[in-house]
């Protein structure tokens, strides 16, 4: 370990990502981060061999539907010694400008975690516009765990995706930007938005069915179900994200993004206009 490196572990959660997964841990380095970890829900690809061949890490995890899903499990049952984690997805690639700032930033800061920005890829290009991105996924250790959801299989999503991170204290930002990069093409990218979909609809269900349940929610959440359940959703996402969050700029890679992510919002208006109907006498 070198002297140089950060007080600061990096968890990668994954299931199935050997083609992502070697970009991600290149990206990285060895002189940057205390510890690299990455979490594996039993991939039946080459990924564990990858990690171990890239010097991380590998904790295997197996899902049993309830509460706690990986990020929270491996917080609570594989606590780092670090004062500080980074959650990383596979498909995410730190650049160098990302590092250095996340490296000037954490000595000393009054901040509990800090949100990330991120680049968006899509069909191998390099997004301008058409859907900012930013998440809490670097934190103080001991400091935030994701919101607690109950469910009972609602999909195959073992990972906290939307579960939104609950943090007492100030949050700070890093500007440079992580480039989001998918390299297991668009079949991969439907299935994981189907995946996504269905989750969502049930969350929205159980809500709906619980009086109360949505006051903890943030503004961005707030918004985001109320176009969910309008019948123009969908509708509303598209003429945003092309128009008004500059998705034009990328020509017709951008239109095709911007009908994919309208689309998966309204996949998700259907699920749960069929749960809402299972449900009815």
Not at 60 to 67: A, C, I, R, T, V
Not at 204 to 226: D, E
Not at 240 to 262: H, I
Request: glycine residues 8%.
């Amino acid at each position: 370990m070198s002297k140089e490196t950060l007080d600061l572990t990096i968890a990668i959660p994954v299931r199935n990502e050997e083609r992502n997964l070697a970009v991600c841990l290149q990206a990285i380095g060895t002189d940057f981060a205390q510890r690299v970890v990455v979490i594996d829900s039993v991939s039946t690809d080459a990924t564990a061999a990858v990690a171990a061949a890239h010097g991380a890490d590998v904790i295997s995890f197996h899902w049993n539907g309830h509460f706690p899903k990986k990020r929270n499990w491996f917080l609570r049952q594989h606590t780092p010694s670090t004062e500080w984690v980074l959650f990383l997805d596979a498909d995410e690639i730190l650049s160098p400008a990302v590092k250095r700032e996340i490296a000037a930033a954490l000595p000393g800061t009054p901040h509990k975690g800090f949100l990330l920005s991120y680049t968006n890829y899509f069909l191998g290009r390099r997004l301008r516009g058409g859907y900012p991105l930013r998440k809490l996924a670097l934190f103080r250790v001991g400091e935030v765990e994701y919101e607690r959801i109950e469910e009972d299989h609602w999909s195959q999503c073992d990972m906290e995706v939307h579960e939104h991170p609950i943090v007492s204290g100030s949050v700070g930002l890093i500007r440079s930007r992580i480039n989001h990069r998918d390299l297991r093409g668009i079949d991969a990218y439907m299935r994981k938005h189907s995946e996504y979909a269905a989750w969502e609809a049930h969350r929205l269900f159980s809500h709906r069915q619980q009086s109360g349940s949505t006051a903890s929610w943030k503004p961005h959440q707030r918004l985001k179900y109320r176009l969910i359940t309008s019948p123009w959703g969908g509708l509303a996402f598209f003429f945003g994200s092309f128009f008004l969050m500059g998705g034009w700029r990328d020509g017709g890679t951008g239109f095709a993004f911007c009908l994919f992510k309208a689309g998966y919002f309204t996949q998700i208006a259907c699920r749960l206009r069929e749960l809402e109907q299972a449900a009815s006498p």
